[in-house]
């Protein structure tokens, strides 16, 4: 039996609609126009325990709604699920005990006073007991850093030390899952890397099953070996991020500056665009490798400067959403 | 239990953490006492009749109107709960492992007592040593003073469960205004907080006998002021308590049933 399970799920959402101006405002005050929107329409997946799993599709694919499934806020219309042998959202209050979850476009902390007052609160809604508190807490402070910003009023931090404490709140309880909808989002790269660092050693040392769903590839790609691609409500790629990989990352590209004219056609080359200074070349390098590539081009044209870039994993994505049509 | 507590202290340190404001109340209430008092004081000199108040019980009546004002009007609103309501914050509140309703009961008594307890001395202390006819007086026994603080708990019970039902209500309508406001507006004339109920025309006092507004201030503070005697106040007591657990079971289905289709506002 899998820690994560879950078996057909569905959720509509019920969405008044009407055009904008004054006489449709006056139509729809006496008869309202419905639209069924099928956030989720049928998704399965099962995780073992401390598994990080990535949940990416583009917006409105149904990723936050599933995570608010999993977390027992909202009721699917149909399908089963059964996380650490519970159903979340009929035995909520128990099993919410055992997780913990950040949503990065929310706030759990107190906006006018300081953070660790929050974390006091938290300590007596859970019960955490007094002695597991102080070490949690003082754990907590220490690898996400939090010395000096607890202390300080909520709305007098920056976004990503509030983000910090965002994350150490949801954990003080110890959860044996933890549940991130987009932790990232509006982060700088410093704040970034400890985010994800800490989440990395949060997985190794103490076994806890991440549940991730963001926007940056960097971010699936620091820390999940495994994603779930979901679109238009639906699971449409489940695997290994290798795999991905080697099936859609064979694309080099190329920026090649020269001030010659230049007409190539050769197997393996994609695409080639004329820029200012130069050209811009995709090449599949399963079909014709980079060094073969440049000894053709440099046969025809003097080349200034070269550049090189593999596949990136936005792009891949952006590939996969096309190819799914999402 | 605990948390309901700790739901108190952080009210309590965000409201210190707003000291203009607390004088600002405080300044408020004394003002207000002051005016009306002197305004029935008027009323009294020139009327003929029979007055349904003695001076004394008017003047201690009204003080305490005043010293727990912040405690008792009824078109509270908690922007916190309104404010997580619209914008999708409530998913917060459904990850915590305790039912909404009483975490919810739990933030507006919590928002309450520290509101008063920051005004409710100051102005009950001052009221005592105004020169006569405005000063307050002490309760007329000590069996009054009890009975006047075991109504003055569930008063503040009642009270609760009344505003977190409007709130409640809110997650319907996703609107605090309208229906929840006009109803928090009644609520305020017929619980004696604008006049009080011994001034009203029979037939409203009929009304409001059974209507539970009335029991969560008026009752307390006329057993303090001996207007309403100890009997009386003990079936009082009787009515606070049937309405506190009518409300909260209504506040409480209410909840659940809400939740089952609850939907998450913005993403």
């Not at chain 1, 583009?58 to 699917?76: D, E, M, Q, R, Y």
């Not at chain 1, 090449?283 to 440049?294: G, R, Y």
């Not at chain 2, 008792?72 to 404010?83: N, P, Q």
């Not at chain 2, 509140?93 to 008063?116: C, D, H, M, N, T």
Request: aromatic share 12%; with cysteine; hydrophobic share 45%.
């Amino acid at each position: 039996m899998s820690f994560i399970k879950v078996e057909h799920i569905r959720k509509t959402f019920k969405v008044a609609k009407r055009r904008s101006g004054v006489k449709d405002a006056i139509k729809s005050f006496f008869k309202r126009d419905y639209k069924l929107v099928q956030a989720i329409q049928d998704v399965s997946f099962s995780i073992e325990k401390g598994e990080i799993v990535g949940y990416i599709g583009p917006n409105g694919a149904g990723k936050s709604t599933t995570i608010k499934i999993l977390s027992g806020i909202l009721t699917p219309d149909e399908g089963k699920c059964t996380i650490n042998g519970m159903t979340p959202w009929k035995e909520r209050e128990k099993y919410v005990k055992k997780i913990g979850v950040v949503f990065g476009q929310r706030s759990q902390l107190w906006w006018d006073i300081p953070s660790e007052d929050t974390f006091d609160l938290l300590k007596d809604i859970y019960g955490i007991d007094e002695l597991e508190y102080q070490k949690t807490k003082d754990e907590l402070i220490r690898e996400l850093n939090l010395e000096d910003i607890i202390t300080v009023p909520v709305r007098q931090l920056s976004l990503g030390q509030r983000m910090r404490c965002e994350i150490a709140a949801s954990l003080l309880h110890n959860p044996e899952i933890l549940f991130l909808d987009e932790p990232t989002i509006g982060l700088d790269a410093v704040s970034k890397q400890i985010l994800r660092d800490f989440i990395k050693r949060l997985n190794k040392e103490k076994k806890v099953t991440v549940i991730l769903t963001t926007h940056d590839m960097s971010d699936i790609e620091a820390l999940a070996e495994r994603i779930i691609l979901i679109g238009k409500g639906q699971v449409l790629y489940d695997g290994s991020l290798k795999k991905l990989k080697n099936k859609y990352g064979n694309n080099k590209y190329l920026s090649v500056t020269t001030k010659e004219g230049l007409e190539l056609n050769h197997k393996g080359i994609i695409s080639c665009l004329k820029t200012i200074d130069g050209y811009e070349f995709v090449i599949d390098s399963n079909l014709i490798n980079v060094s073969d590539f440049l000894n053709m081009v440099s046969k025809k044209v003097a080349i200034e400067d070269v550049e090189i870039d593999n596949e990136n994993i936005d792009n891949i994505i952006v590939r996969l959403y096309k190819e799914y049509q999402i | 239990m605990k948390f309901y507590f700790s739901y108190f202290k952080l009210r309590f340190i965000t409201g210190l953490q707003y000291r203009a404001a607390a004088y600002a109340g405080l300044a408020t209430q004394l003002f207000f006492g002051l005016i009306f008092i002197m305004v029935y004081l008027a009323f009294y000199e020139s009327s003929s009749g029979k007055n349904p108040m003695e001076v004394s019980e008017l003047v201690s009546y009204l003080w305490l109107n005043q010293a727990f004002f912040s405690l008792f009007y009824m078109l509270y609103k908690d922007g916190e709960i309104f404010d997580l309501i619209k914008n999708g914050n409530i998913a917060y509140e459904l990850v915590r492992p305790k039912k909404l309703y009483f975490i919810w009961f739990a933030k507006i008594i919590g928002q309450r007592l520290s509101a008063v307890t920051l005004r409710c001395f100051p102005v009950l202390i001052i009221s005592f040593f105004l020169p006569k006819p405005y000063n307050m007086v002490l309760p007329i026994g000590l069996a009054n003073f009890i009975l006047f603080i075991l109504t003055l708990i569930t008063g503040t019970l009642l009270m609760t469960s009344i505003v977190t039902l409007y709130h409640v209500i809110t997650m319907k309508t996703l609107n605090e205004k309208g229906i929840p406001q006009v109803f928090a507006a009644i609520a305020d004339l017929l619980s004696g907080l604008v006049v009080p109920i011994p001034f009203f025309p029979h037939f409203l006092q009929v009304i409001s006998n059974y209507l539970p507004f009335r029991y969560v201030n008026d009752l307390p503070f006329r057993i303090y002021t001996g207007n309403i005697g100890l009997q009386e106040g003990l079936f009082g007591l009787g009515i606070q308590l049937l309405w506190i657990v009518l409300i909260v079971g209504i506040g409480y289905i209410m909840t659940n049933k809400s939740l089952k289709r609850v939907v998450v506002q913005g993403g």
